[in-house]
């Protein structure tokens, strides 16, 4: 039985509200967790190359990034991973949301930098439905443009 886009999303935004309900406060998840997340402009792609592990506490990391993208009006977005990245179910869950918001903005988005490993998960969870995983950044630039 495969899960509708909205039934990944309300899953998604149940893990996240519980695991922040278990966050002492707001200021404690930067001193906590830090991702720095770069934009930049390749012809009509938006790339936002992510450093840093996804967990529950990237959110408001990757929902300012997202924001900015889509404030200049990005139609395809790439989401740039460090190979040596983790990614926990909280983390998943952050980017099921994010993916969320590019489908309700027909925006389309694409994937690099994942590991074998986060690849396979990619595709088990569902993301690979609704984003494209892509070897290289040159074969993402090539084909979302």
Do not use: C, P, W
Request: aromatic letters at 8%; zero cysteines.
């Amino acid at each position: 039985m495969t899960r509708s886009f909205a039934a990944y999303l309300e899953v998604a935004y149940d893990d996240i509200q519980l695991l922040r309900s278990r966050l002492i406060d707001e200021s404690s998840v930067d001193m906590l967790h830090r991702n720095e997340i770069n934009l930049e402009q390749h012809g009509s792609v938006t790339l936002l190359d992510i450093q840093g592990d996804i967990t529950i506490l990237s959110e408001s990391f990757l929902n300012d990034a997202y924001a900015d993208a889509n404030s200049r009006g990005a139609g395809k977005i790439l989401l740039k991973f460090e190979k040596a990245a983790y990614i926990n179910s909280g983390g998943i869950s952050v980017l099921i949301q994010l993916l969320a918001k590019t489908e309700q903005n027909n925006q389309t988005i694409g994937i690099i930098g994942l590991s074998d490993h986060f690849t396979k998960i990619f595709n088990m969870v569902g993301i690979t439905k609704f984003a494209k995983i892509y070897k290289t950044r040159e074969d993402a630039l090539k084909a979302m443009s």
